[in-house]
């Protein structure tokens, strides 16, 4: 099924059309979109193709052209018809078309072939000149009686006269005889006369009016068509590619032997790039059309905004700062920041040498300012108190020899993945917050009446101490202490999280934060990942290149983003719906087995929390079990009670001491086993080893001498199993009551050790687990740090032997039959997307567990029905129960909630957008009655604002029809159904009419 686009409305009906226009309104209206269609047809005018029989060579045409089963295919056709191309053809057999004769009266020599021309046609000499008078960078090959060689038209006698549309001067000026034009198809030499007529028209100007970009402003002897501009950018934004590279292929389509390459002209064609895309800057943010626009111009002024992020004034309906406070999320600005250290760059050149044609007007904050603030702190070391960060305090500064910037911070909108205006600046020795400082508070200054929420990896430890920090910042850019209190929210990004405590991880969770809805904080890692694919080019550029180049990167980035709005919001609501829907159910279903009580009290305690993160966390359960340090502690004040009133133990070694010393025992047995597994051993681990098990069977023998006074039968117990010559120290069982029968441990052990070691097993498993929990957080920290900072075999090796530091540290190892006792049974995962019983208690059909893998994080989790059974909470006396089910209870909460605010918050998103196009539409409309003397430049200007006026509204309108009613709904319910599960859809709606204001 095909869909035949209708040319756009006019105006008038375009705005009426949209005027009345809400997402998501019209529930119910029916849809078909393909999902490879949307985005690409206008209307509903409907194609249906008939079905036809599929032919072997549509099923394989490659198979088809090489040949198979005894067809011989059709290479040898293509082969013997390239040959022919090298031939004259049957164009050989015919004279030119001119009819033109020489001095023996026979027609005239056709000896000359175009390789850009239509057709094979050979042209006589003045044939092809007068073909080409207009067409002066066209490849030219000429027939020398044997094969065709290569010819420029500079060679034949073409000239091309400049300054006259007619090309033809009463004055020519003659330009450079080297005079080259670089264009797609390679280097040309050219033949250039100026105009020296009485018009006082520049040689530039000249170049310029017929698309010819001059390298220099006075007596150029190079040049770049336009199109050759556009294509190096638009390749280079899409495949990263550097300027070396793409000059290098210029001369190889102009000579790939190098033999007849002309005189490099490298450093004009960076020159000419680095002019052109600035001057592009200047004219797509229309400094053109408005008096002394470039030397007015004004700090961020040349970035591309996010049309759908709250921006006062542009696309805010009117009334907005008085909206219900339960709707005020609707309006919060998302940011996350972060650092990236692969965006490195050498000491190179210098600013003097090679400024930046607009840092401080686009994305990079202004220099001056910048490092002068930076330097006020250059003696001060950050401090990271957070589990796993500490490890990295300055790891990132590692390596900074040499390096003017050892990467760069950057702000970005969370939701969109816009890069601000002024939201990016150079790191000089690692990710210091005063550099963070700067290029956050550069970014949100236009935007101080919004609250703002700030995703960052180390926001626990950012935000420490900032209001101080900021009192430090220049003057234009400090808020009131007051105001910063209160409008700033801090988040970590979601999957960052899993590195951090939790006690930070859990208040800064996006997954809990109100009206957030599911924003991930993440966009700015997957903007690494486009941007990291300059790095190896923009690392030796000067200052100002690199900058000019990653500004330009970031305007590409934010281009696409914008035009790709549409798509993104409608896949984004879609989904939304769904799972909003899926997520209510859900936590309507636990509501049933928790009882009104139950929820009273728990969203009590949840909405205390969220106003204040000083209250009980209802999201963690009882403090972790004492230590095995406290049990001890315990029990030496138990033994010191009990000697002070007389009572003495059986041997001068108390019995905690006693089990203490035999769980020792154990962990050295544990320990020695472990690194026995390694394999075959050298000579020197062989004697190693031996001192160490005879180390600890001494330890054992003097073990047993005590162990006689608390073990009744002792020697019984020993005799049963006496293979001590058999067995090495490490396997000997040592016999604590854990290891005798139950049956007779009450009557072996004295002075209740049974108890004793019970306690300081549980306790031991607690500061293991504790230990473990951070040394997982501090190795997953240090893992991603490797991944997305570390290059070259000396950082690579360093991030190596700190991780396996960390490993021998922490001893991280699996557990063997020796380390369990208790519980045999492996016990499951209540939330395991991958487990075969769904959360109704049923299993799982196979597409249900391909669905479940590919959602990733919290926000699809759904509460296993075990916490949903009826008769849940009949035992109240049981109180891990009960904190178990109420963390269950507000992580389904949260779902449910944070999957509304996406629905509200995507519903919002599409209305600025489209607020936002029109805003701008008319924006340009303004610039458009910008006049000047020159006439034609007045023309061209209006021009420039109208195109600009229309593909604003252009993309207003397929933004309109994508986000049509029918379209999302329809979607939304169709995915519904693939999954068999009943959603009923709301009629949930926001509406405001927003009326915008237009600055001139």
């Known amino acids: 099924m095909k869909l035949r686009p209708e040319r756009i409305q006019d105006n008038e009906q375009t705005e009426s059309v949209m005027d009345n226009w809400e997402p998501t309104l019209d529930i119910g209206a029916d849809w078909s979109w393909g999902e490879d269609e949307c985005g690409e047809h206008d209307s509903q005018d409907i194609i249906v193709n008939s079905l036809v029989k599929r032919s072997t060579a549509s099923d394989a045409p490659l198979r088809e052209w090489m040949g198979y089963d005894g067809h011989a295919g059709y290479r040898e056709e293509f082969l013997l018809e390239d040959l022919r191309l090298e031939g004259r053809g049957d164009a050989g057999l015919l004279a030119c078309s001119c009819g033109r004769l020489d001095g023996s009266n026979y027609p005239i020599s056709s000896l000359f072939r175009c390789e850009e021309c239509f057709g094979r046609d050979i042209l006589c000499q003045e044939c092809c000149l007068d073909r080409h008078k207009r067409l002066p960078l066209h490849v030219i090959n000429k027939w020398n009686g044997r094969y065709f060689e290569c010819m420029s038209l500079k060679d034949i006698g073409l000239r091309v006269q400049l300054g006259h549309s007619d090309m033809t001067c009463a004055c020519p000026v003659g330009g450079h005889s080297e005079f080259l034009v670089l264009h797609v198809n390679g280097i040309h030499r050219v033949n250039v006369d100026f105009c020296g007529c009485d018009r006082q028209v520049s040689h530039r100007q000249q170049l310029m009016r017929c698309d010819w970009f001059p390298s220099t402003v006075h007596q150029p002897q190079t040049a770049c068509t336009r199109r050759l501009l556009e294509h190096f950018l638009l390749l280079m934004w899409s495949s990263k590619i550097s300027a070396f590279e793409y000059y290098q292929t210029l001369e190889r389509l102009t000579d790939n032997t190098s033999i007849f390459v002309p005189k490099s002209r490298y450093s004009a064609f960076l020159r000419m790039i ?16 408005v008096e002394h626009g470039i030397s007015n111009l004004q700090p961020g002024e040349l970035a591309l905004h996010c049309p759908a992020c709250p921006q006062p004034g542009v696309n805010l309906p009117r009334g907005w700062e008085t909206v219900d406070p339960s709707m005020k999320f609707l309006y919060y600005l998302i940011i996350a920041m972060d650092a990236n250290f692969r965006l490195k760059n050498r000491i190179q050149s210098s600013d003097s040498a090679d400024p930046g044609m607009h840092t401080g007007f686009a994305y990079f904050v202004a220099n001056q300012p910048y490092n002068a603030h930076v330097l006020q702190f250059a003696s001060q070391k950050d401090v990271s ?42 790191l000089q020795k690692g990710e210091h ?21 700030i995703s960052y990896d180390v926001a626990c430890q950012w935000k420490v101490n900032l209001l101080n920090r900021m009192n430090r910042l220049p003057r ?35 997954n809990l934060m109100p009206g957030v809805g599911r924003t ?3 966009g700015i890692e997957r903007n690494w990942a486009e941007i990291n694919r300059v790095a190896n080019s923009t690392k030796e550029m000067g200052p100002g290149a690199r900058h000019d180049t990653l500004d330009d990167h970031f305007g590409h980035h934010n281009w696409r983003k914008f035009v790709g709005l549409s798509l993104s919001l409608r896949k984004k609501f879609i989904t939304a719906v769904k799972e909003r829907d899926r997520q209510q159910a859900a936590f309507q279903e636990f509501n049933l087995a928790v009882g009104t009580a139950y929820q009273n009290q728990w969203t009590a305690m949840v909405e205390s929390w969220e106003a204040d993160k000083t209250q009980p966390n209802p999201l963690t359960t009882r403090e972790r079990g004492v230590s095995e340090a406290d049990v001890r502690a315990h029990f030496a004040e138990q033994e010191k009670a009990a000697a002070v009133d007389g009572r003495f133990h059986r041997h001068n070694m108390s019995p905690s001491v006693f089990v203490t010393w035999g769980l020792s025992l154990e962990d050295c047995q544990r320990r020695l086993r472990f690194d026995i597994i390694g394999g075959a051993l050298s000579s020197f681990q062989q004697t190693e080893l031996q ?51 139950a049956s007779i441990q009450t009557s072996t052990c004295h002075d209740g050790i049974p108890s004793i070691e019970e306690e300081l097993c549980n306790a031991q498993c607690h500061d293991c687990l504790h230990k ?14 490797r991944n997305r900072d570390a290059r070259g075999q000396k950082a690579n090796t360093r991030a190596a032997s700190v991780i396996s530091r960390l490993d021998d540290k922490n001893e991280l190892r699996p557990l063997d039959a020796h380390d369990v006792r208790g519980l045999s049974e492996d016990v499951g995962s209540i939330e395991n997307t991958s487990d075969i019983i769904g959360v109704k208690g049923r299993k799982q059909t196979r597409k249900q567990l391909a669905a479940a893998n590919r959602r990733l ?35 389904a909460r949260a779902r449910a909630l944070r999957w509304n605010e996406e629905v509200l918050l995507l519903k919002e998103e599409m209305r600025r957008t489209r607020a936002y196009l029109e805003w701008k539409a008319r924006w340009w409309d303004i610039r458009a009655k910008f006049t000047v003397d020159d006439r034609p430049l007045s023309e061209g200007i209006a021009a420039y604002a109208f195109r600009q006026a229309a593909l604003q509204r252009r993309l207003s309108v397929s933004f309109l029809q994508l986000w049509s009613t029918s379209s999302t709904t329809n979607q939304a319910s169709q995915s519904i159904a693939d999954e068999d599960e009943d959603t009923v859809f709301d009629d949930e709606t926001y509406q405001d009419d927003a009326e915008d204001d237009v600055e001139d």
């Open 274 to 289: 680095q002019e052109y895309r600035h001057m592009s800057l200047l004219k797509r943010s229309g400094q053109g059309h």
């Open 385 to 426: 108190t957070c589990s796993g960060f500490s490890t990295l305090a300055h790891a990132e500064s590692k390596f900074s020899n040499g390096l003017r910037a050892t990467g760069v911070g950057l702000c970005l909108c969370a939701r969109h993945e816009f890069v601000h205006p002024k939201g990016v600046g150079d």
């Open 433 to 453: 917050f005063c550099n963070m400082d700067f290029i956050f508070f550069s970014a949100i200054i236009p935007l101080l009446l919004l609250n703002i929420v």
């Open 476 to 510: 234009n850019m400090r808020i009131p202490d007051a105001l910063a209190t209160t409008m700033f929210m801090f988040g970590i990004p979601k999957f960052h999280a899993s590195a951090h405590d939790d006690r930070c991880a859990i208040p800064h969770s996006l």
């Open 520 to 522: 991930d904080g993440e």
């Open 691 to 741: 001192r160490r098990r005879t180390a600890l069977l001494k330890q054992i023998n003097r073990f047993r001498s005590v162990q006689a006074t608390y073990t009744v039968d002792l020697e019984n117990l020993l005799e049963q199993n006496d293979d001590s010559s058999l067995v090495e120290a490490e396997n000997i069982i040592l016999w604590l009551p854990s290891s005798i029968s």
């Open 772 to 785: 473990l929990q951070n040394a997982l957080r501090a190795r997953v920290h240090l893992i991603k740090h």
């Open 857 to 891: 994080g919290q926000g699809f989790v759904q509460v296993s029905w075990i916490w949903t059974s009826v008769g849940v909470l009949e035992d109240n006396n049981d109180i891990n129960l009960n904190d178990a089910l109420r963390v269950e209870w507000v992580k």
